[in-house]
């Protein structure tokens, strides 16, 4: 009984395995083009991220004191310091890109600090800087700013804060909070990890069962007193190994590509640091979605008279399952409603996103890969019904 699905899986590894050309374009290759394409567009990126090293930042103030200008125009940072006589025109200079951050000091900051006593538990007099940090060379300006008033606060004693967390929620950052993206990892890998699984999937499934029906091979291993359901289970099991390998080659390439890819601004950063639990889950959500698209992708080829018509068909299914990706990139992290859970694909896309967040919750994991569980099986039924059919199998 088991001797069957057995050697049909060993068939369809050896079929796989022994054309070097397709391991290396299916398993080597995509990881390898991954790297190197993600490592180049990290270069551009970070020149993009980066100003010159000539850059002096355009500072608008608001009634700056003499103790200040003194020290700017000592030479201590490079700027160009412009009064602004208000500080709505400031922001608005500042978000038209006009200046590069907006200084605001309160009416008579130099006898304020002098007067100012950090024992007494009064507030102490505060700065406010205006910046936009979606801008590189605001954000760049901002850090300038800040570090020049930071180390002439330090000669005082702590006599003045500077955007001071007191000033009742006052939002300093002057950016459009639809420009902030979310994390890299939460938000574009759960896209590409399906992108990379149906990739594989699509390599090889179509030619092992409609490129078996194109040459008339499959006809030879129906009269075979091997299970029609064993067969079907056992290229499932096969095709979804080869496409898990494939997968985790574009995987690989992209995780080692991250630090290329993400411009170091000294803002945005990746943590790596997840345990054991968070890769455990993570291979259980590729395995059973491996799993799924495989069956998917083999119902469709079985459909099809030829390779090339499997892929005519594949097509619209791998742009659905693209823009279902897509969505972790306009979600606020991984969904608490149980029914979500059950939808395939987009289960798999919650679990990724939950993952790398931290908000996947144990049991919705269990309830995903059930459901996905449920639907391969339910594949594995239909393409075994398939297979029982000659007007399906011997269709040319």
């Keep these: 009984m088991k001797s069957g699905l057995w050697t049909i899986f060993r068939k369809e590894l050896a079929r796989f395995f022994g ?7 299916t398993i080597l290759l995509p990881g390898l083009l991954i790297f190197v394409m993600y490592t180049f567009m990290g270069s551009a990126l970070t020149n993009q991220f980066t100003v010159d090293e000539d850059f002096i930042p355009k500072v608008g103030v608001v009634d700056l004191p003499d103790s200040l200008n003194q020290l700017a125009e000592g030479g201590a940072l490079p700027l160009e310091l412009v009064p602004v006589t208000d500080a709505e025109q400031g922001k608005a200079q500042v978000t038209g890109e006009e200046l590069d951050v907006l200084a605001v000091f309160p009416d008579g900051f ?8 950090p024992a007494s538990g009064e507030r102490a007099p505060a700065v406010a800087l205006y910046y936009c940090s979606a801008r590189t060379e605001s954000q760049t300006a901002y850090s300038m700013v800040a570090q020049l008033l930071d180390g002439y606060e330090s000669t005082l004693a702590n006599k003045f804060d500077v955007n001071s ?3 009742g929620g006052e939002m300093y950052d002057l950016s459009n909070e639809d420009e902030a993206g979310a994390s890299f990892l939460s938000s574009l890998l759960p896209m590409l990890l399906l992108i990379f699984l149906f990739s594989g999937s699509m390599a090889v499934a179509p030619e092992s069962i ?6 008339g091979t499959i006809a030879t291993m129906l009269i075979t007193p091997v299970k029609r359901s064993h067969l079907a289970l056992g290229k499932i099991l096969a095709l979804s190994l080869i496409a898990l390998l494939s997968g985790l080659s574009s995987t690989l390439g992209t995780l080692l590509s991250i630090p290329n890819l993400i ?4 803002e945005v950063s990746i943590s790596l640091s997840y345990t054991p639990a968070h890769y455990a889950a993570l291979a259980v959500v590729v395995l059973v979605t491996v799993l799924l698209i495989v069956a998917c992708v083999s119902l469709l080829s079985a459909f099809a008279k030829t390779v090339k018509e499997a892929q005519t068909y594949v097509t619209p299914l791998m ?3 693209m823009v279902v990706g897509m969505t972790a990139m306009f979600g606020d992290g991984a969904s608490t409603q149980v029914w979500v859970y059950l939808i395939p694909f987009y289960n798999s896309v919650q679990c990724i996103s939950g993952i790398f967040t931290g908000q996947l919750q144990p049991h919705l994991l269990a309830l995903a890969a059930a459901s996905n569980l449920c639907y391969t099986a339910l594949g594995v039924w239909v393409l075994t019904r398939m297979f029982h059919s000659e007007r399906v199998m011997f269709q040319r």
């Excluded at 054309?19 to 374009?25: E, I, N, T, Y």
């Design 319 to 321: 742009m659905v399952v």
């Design 110 to 117: 130099d006898q304020a600090v002098a007067a100012y006593t």
């Design 263 to 266: 411009p170091d601004t000294g």
């Design 165 to 167: 967390d007191q000033d």
């Design 210 to 215: 409609a490129g078996e029906k194109e040459r």
């Design 19 to 25: 054309d070097k050309r397709m391991v290396v374009g």
